[in-house]
């Protein structure tokens, strides 16, 4: 099961009260304060696991919680603090609070997201809720002139929140386009990944991320997402929602079928996705991009290619075949240029 998006109620531990103990020994029945701190309560943590590719985890685990730290004790002791908790997230895990606030024209209760943290560097840790202090003991409220205190202080309650987990995938470059179009078949010759590859719409169910080695110390990354079709974003098909797997790309690879083979007219389908990323995100239809022609190796696409030349004059156009690798070098050298990086070993 491949979950991307949760939401989930986080508390940390309270702290513990401080403690209004008084010593009492055999030879001193009536000793002086000796109540100890309370001990903290345990935070919440969020450790980014790049072996961790889902949010699945939280599906029936939506709530958060951490110890609490124990009272404090006689002789001075400290309350155990609780232990701290720490759950595991993928990398581009965007972390938000949730707010739910009424509208003061409509009456009506709007939630609302406030990001708080984009936890994209591996094996880095965010403290998502810190848990309370401990309180004071009433050994702390002696004074000359107040010898027998009975006061202490409680524990402070840790932090508590709704909170919206969203996975983005960490990609250079994203294929985008509509289903059949070839976008999985191009990911797994540009790169090692395996997508999985048929002859049917919506092959792909899921993101996958590939990377494109561009020599021995060079290399970049590619996402694969789920085809779109006109009206994703009323969630027809798959709907539009895995296009958060690209928001982070810097060059948007749309991939047409440039010989029709499903009856559709090439520009048509390229002119519907790009109408569909638009209304996703209006930044995300900003970024550079260019068109890959896939499937020119068949004799029907080449009047359309014709087509695509002549209507998108200052674009990009990449002929390819996927199927016989027709023109992936020329693909793969712009990458390169587009998006390579140097790789310190």
């Known amino acids: 099961m491949f979950v991307d998006q949760i939401k989930v109620h986080a508390r940390a531990g309270k702290g513990g009260d401080g403690s209004a103990h008084f010593h009492r020994g055999k030879f001193r029945p009536k000793g002086g304060p000796d109540g100890g701190d309370g001990g903290n309560g345990g935070s919440l943590i969020l450790l980014v696991d790049p072996s961790t590719d889902s949010l699945r985890n939280y599906v029936f685990n939506n709530r958060l919680i951490a110890e609490d730290g124990a ?147 060079r290399r970049g990354s590619l996402a694969d997402i789920p085809g779109l079709i006109e009206g994703a974003h009323e969630n027809i098909g798959l709907g539009h929602d895995f296009l958060r797997h690209i928001m982070r790309c810097r060059v948007l690879l749309f991939v047409v079928d440039t010989a029709g083979t499903e009856g559709r007219d090439p520009v048509s389908d390229l002119e519907i996705v790009r109408k569909e990323v638009s209304l996703y995100s209006k930044e995300l239809a900003k970024r550079p991009w260019c068109i890959i022609a896939n499937k020119i190796d068949l004799p029907e696409s080449q009047e359309n290619l014709a087509n695509f030349k002549e209507r998108f004059k200052r674009i990009k156009i990449h002929p390819v075949s996927a199927e016989t690798g027709e023109g992936l070098d020329k693909l793969r050298k712009w990458l390169d240029e587009k998006i390579g990086q140097d790789v310190e070993w």
Do not use: W
């Open 71 to 217: 009272k404090g004790g006689a002789t001075q002791c400290t309350g155990r603090s609780g232990k701290d908790v720490i759950y595991k997230v993928p990398p581009g895990t965007l972390v938000s609070r949730v707010i739910q606030e009424y509208d003061n024209e409509t009456n009506e209760l709007v939630t609302r997201y406030e990001p708080v943290a984009d936890l994209t560097e591996t094996n880095s840790t965010y403290v998502l809720c810190k848990g309370g202090k401990g309180g004071k003991g009433n050994v702390h409220f002696k004074t000359s002139t107040h010898q027998a205190p009975r006061e202490f202080t409680p524990g402070t309650p840790g932090e508590e929140g709704d909170f919206h987990f969203e996975m983005r995938s960490i990609a250079d470059a994203g294929f985008v386009g509509a289903p059949n179009a070839g976008k999985s078949t191009l990911l797994s010759k540009l790169s090692a990944a395996k997508p999985k590859i048929a002859n049917y719409p919506f092959t792909t169910l899921q993101p996958m991320v590939g990377v494109i080695e561009f020599g021995p110390n």
